[in-house]
């Protein structure tokens, strides 16, 4: 079964706009982890967030996270055509301990057009 | 250096036919993930090694699948008497410690039952 829901399902934008994607989890968790993939490939980790953090950056990548809310929202800024991929955010199993495995949720598939 | 591969890419199997699916993960890494992807989905936890031992199998879809780590290094995924259901990506993820970080995808196995 999968925790997350992203939301969209789809999205296209024109190049330069931003890009955001919101992620819904069911149970409590540790942290809360964002990753791209283009078709055909593997999963490329983008950035994580720890429960007890609200908002983190790296680059063009905003990921806030509202824990009472269960939700997260992932903001791509400027975005390019290079972008295009689907976007996953993956929760951890939430059961205590450090099982470790991932769950992740149906995706958001981003086209970017130049 | 070298990320997770997984060999062999691409897996054409007739139904009822056995196979084995490789994953080697960066080196010295801990923790071992399989996942299952099916076309237009997030993927789904199948089992979690640590170092040689295997903590995690809940989410292995039925007794024909059967993974291993014996060394602690290389992984084998192997599938007895494929059905069409099976057809998916089978993606290999590796971390480096025993808690919840990121984790590092090979570029996965699309197999395909007929």
């Known amino acids: 079964s999968q925790q997350g829901e992203e939301d969209p399902q789809a999205l296209s934008?024109?190049?330069?706009?931003?890009?955001t994607m919101n992620c819904?989890?069911?149970?409590?968790?540790?942290?809360?982890?964002?990753y791209r993939q283009n078709s055909g490939r593997g999963l490329v980790h983008l950035i994580l967030i720890r429960s007890?953090?609200?908002?983190?950056?790296s680059g063009r990548l905003r990921v806030t996270l509202d824990t009472s809310k269960k939700s997260s929202s992932l903001l791509i800024t400027a975005s390019r055509a290079a972008d295009t991929a689907s976007y996953f955010c993956a929760t951890d199993a939430g059961y205590g301990g450090s099982q470790g495995n991932?769950?992740?949720?149906?995706?958001?598939?981003?086209?970017?057009?130049? | 250096g070298a990320g997770v591969s997984q060999s062999p890419r691409y897996k054409v199997a007739k139904r009822g036919q056995?196979?084995?699916?490789?994953?080697?993960?960066?080196?010295?890494?801990?923790s071992l993930f399989w996942y299952q992807q099916a076309l237009g989905q997030g993927p789904e936890f199948l089992t979690y090694f640590q170092n040689e031992?295997?903590?995690?199998k809940s989410g292995l879809p039925s007794d024909r699948f059967f993974?291993?780590?014996p060394e602690g290094s290389v992984s084998t995924l192997k599938i007895q008497r494929t059905q069409q259901e099976d057809?998916?990506?089978?993606?290999?993820?590796s971390s480096s410690g025993l808690d919840q970080d990121e984790q590092f995808f090979g570029p996965g196995t699309r197999l395909t039952v007929l």
């Open chain 2, 18 to 30: 056995d196979v084995a699916l490789r994953c080697d993960p960066i080196s010295g890494h801990v």
């Open chain 1, 52 to 57: 007890n953090e609200r908002e983190k950056h």
């Open chain 1, 24 to 34: 819904s989890y069911k149970t409590s968790i540790n942290n809360l982890q964002w």
């Open chain 1, 102 to 114: 991932l769950i992740f949720g149906k995706g958001t598939k981003l086209s970017v057009k130049p």
């Open chain 1, 13 to 19: 934008i024109q190049e330069g706009e931003n890009a």
């Open chain 2, 53 to 56: 031992a295997q903590l995690d």
């Open chain 2, 67 to 69: 993974a291993e780590r």
């Open chain 2, 87 to 93: 057809s998916a990506v089978y993606l290999c993820a």
